[in-house]
């Protein structure tokens, strides 16, 4: 037969015994919940990494940064490989060598950002965002060999995720970093960011009615 529940509950909780046991698992949860608190002021948010275990939350920037020159790497392929496409489409030449020209542009500053904030550049990220980009022209087109108006149509809209991603970063970094980098002027190059979309959506929308 089986313990009767309402003895197995005086047991574990009404029992001197049980009490104790009890107020000894509080006591250490409270005081393990203080050193926390005094540990965090100490050296600031930590999060757990699961190769390193718990770090402080700055060393999470180098990577955060190389993630975004890894994307700004793949987005600058893309952008030339539109802008070789449709260079003499009249339509659509001008416009995007203007946009490449930008989108070049953002990714020095971003590794001038790095620079200042005194991040290493990684060489493997932006070298498999290239080899990923390539492969993604892969895709299906409705065409074998040569570039369709589908293709145009999919690629800025890949490219417009991309510059959505990096106006997204400027306002990470204006946010966290703002008085460090103030040189760079981040609102600034958001809102260049958002001119880009616009354009870019206006280019989207022109290539979805030649396409579809």
Known sequence: ??????????DVWAGPRGGRCLSRRTGRVARRRVAAEIDLCRVGPRVLD?????MPVGELL???????????TAGVELARRLRGSNEDDPDFGPALAEICAEIEADRETLKQIMDRLDVGQSRLKPAVAVVGERLGRLKPNG????????????????LQLGVAGKRRLWRALEHTHGEDLASFDLGSLAERATAQLRRLETLHLRAASLAL
């Open 50 to 54: 699961p190769l390193r275990g718990v």
């Open 62 to 72: 180098p990577t955060y940064l190389n993630d975004h020159l890894a994307g700004a």
């Open 143 to 158: 065409r074998w060999r040569s570039y369709s108006p589908l293709s145009r149509l999919v690629e800025l809209e890949v």
């Open 1 to 10: 037969m089986g313990i009767p529940a309402f003895r197995a509950n005086r």
